[in-house]
Every structure is written in structure tokens, then in C-alpha cells.
């Protein structure tokens, strides 16, 4: 089986901070990790995607993350946020090799304050 | 332009009322996957395919069916609709599996069944 949580379902930072949301995943076998935004009202996009190799993934946006196996985790980071990340994120685990079987976190809605 | 297409966007039906929603990609994907997405639960997976005639269950295959008989398509069937299937769906593609393919998401399909 496997499962990801996201810690806090809403986080807040100023304009111009740093971003840190957290992910965390059960995988019984080596785990392909994603993180998708999804803005208001539309669908999702992919931000960044580990599979092998780089355990630092940079994405689109100034997004990225690292892949931590001792942790199990996948935190996405952004050194300054901007009033354009406001939205919804979810990070989300595959174990079958990409878009097959994947399973999404409950999400994190980030508020960026001017 | 690349796409993935979903209609109806907007469907509101009465229990029992057997539906289906289309999803089309202009891409040539070999993946493809249905997700409904609920507050609080995040996007769960109810089929994915693979390639033509090649379907797998997800994580909430219940009351759902799949086809896959053509590569760009990839309809969502509910034989017997129920309340519990109100949700916000999504269905996306993608290349393959491998580190530099991306998973295109379609704009959503809001069904309410009353």
C-alpha cells in the first residue's frame, strides 16, 4: 500500500518568504513522487516530478523539491514567494513506474499575504 | 494545440440516470486516468488505461466503468449513478511513464446527482 500526507491544509506566508510544504509517503517499494498546483477553478498541473537519480527535482515556477528516503519525504520549497502561488498543492506517489497507480495527498492551500 | 477535452463540464442528474463522461486527448497518450476530487480527500484515482483495451483499477473503481477502444479516447461510464458519486472529475494523460513525460489534466467535470 502506500499514502501520502501533507501537513497542514493551509499555510500562510508573506510575499517575498520562503515556501515549505510538506509531504511525507508509505511506499513499499521505491516511489516515483509528484507535486501538482491547481489554481482557482482549474485543473491540475504538474509542477515537478522525481523518478531515479537527482534527489534535488527543480519544476516549473522556481519550484522544487528534494527526495529524502530516510525521511520518506518530498518537501516542496520556493525561496520567495509571489502573490501568483496562491493556490492549491498536492503532492502524490506512484509506485508502478509514473502515471499508473497514484495516490494524492489531501492537498495544502497556500495564501501568500502582500 | 495539445489538450485534453472533457464534456459535459457541468452535469447535474437524478440517481439511477446511467451517464457517461468523455475525455479526449489530441496528443497521441498512451496514459490516461480518471480522478474525482472531493473537499478534504484530495484526488483519488478510479481507472487508469494504459494503452487500447488495456484498463486497471485505481483507488475507488466503485460504480465506475472504463473503456479505452480508441487511443485518444477514454470515457467515464456510472451504469447507476448515486449521490455519493457528486464530485469534481478529472481526467488526464500522458506520454509514458518515463522521468521527462508530464501528465496533462483536463479542465473538470462537475456532476451532481441528486
Known amino acids: 500500500a502506500q499514502s501520502v500526507t501533507q501537513l497542514g491544509s493551509h499555510v500562510s506566508v508573506s510575499e517575498g518568504a520562503l515556501v515549505l510544504l510538506r509531504c511525507n509517503y508509505s511506499s513499499s517499494v521505491p516511489p516515483y513522487l509528484f507535486w501538482y498546483v491547481q489554481y482557482p477553478n482549474q485543473g491540475l498541473q504538474l509542477l515537478l516530478k522525481y523518478t531515479t537519480g537527482a534527489t534535488l527535482v527543480k519544476g516549473i515556477n522556481g519550484f522544487e523539491a528534494e527526495f529524502k528516503k530516510s525521511e520518506t519525504s518530498f518537501h516542496l520549497t520556493k525561496p520567495s514567494a509571489h502573490m501568483s502561488d496562491a493556490a492549491e498543492y498536492f503532492c502524490?506517489?506512484?509506485?508502478?513506474?509514473?502515471?499508473?497507480?497514484?495516490?494524492f495527498g489531501t492537498g495544502t492551500k497556500l495564501q501568500v499575504i502582500p | 494545440e495539445a489538450q485534453v477535452t472533457q464534456n459535459p463540464r457541468y452535469l447535474i442528474t437524478v440517481t439511477g440516470k446511467k451517464l457517461t463522461v468523455t475525455c479526449s486527448q489530441n496528443m497521441n497518450h498512451e496514459y490516461m486516468s480518471w480522478y474525482r476530487q472531493d473537499p478534504g480527500l484530495g484526488l483519488r484515482q478510479i481507472y487508469y488505461?494504459?494503452?487500447?483495451?488495456?484498463?486497471d483499477k485505481g483507488d475507488v473503481p466503485e460504480g465506475y466503468k472504463v473503456s479505452r477502444k480508441e487511443k485518444r479516447n477514454f470515457p467515464l461510464i456510472l451504469e447507476s449513478p448515486s449521490p455519493n458519486q457528486t464530485s469534481l472529475y478529472f481526467c488526464?494523460?500522458?506520454?509514458?511513464?518515463?522521468?521527462?513525460?508530464?501528465?496533462?489534466f483536463g479542465p473538470g467535470t462537475r456532476l451532481t446527482v441528486l
Open positions: 488505461s494504459m494503452n487500447v483495451e488495456v484498463t
Open positions: 502524490a506517489v506512484s509506485r508502478s513506474g509514473g502515471y499508473q497507480k497514484v495516490t
Open positions: 488526464a494523460s500522458s506520454l509514458g511513464s518515463g522521468s521527462s513525460d508530464t501528465q496533462y
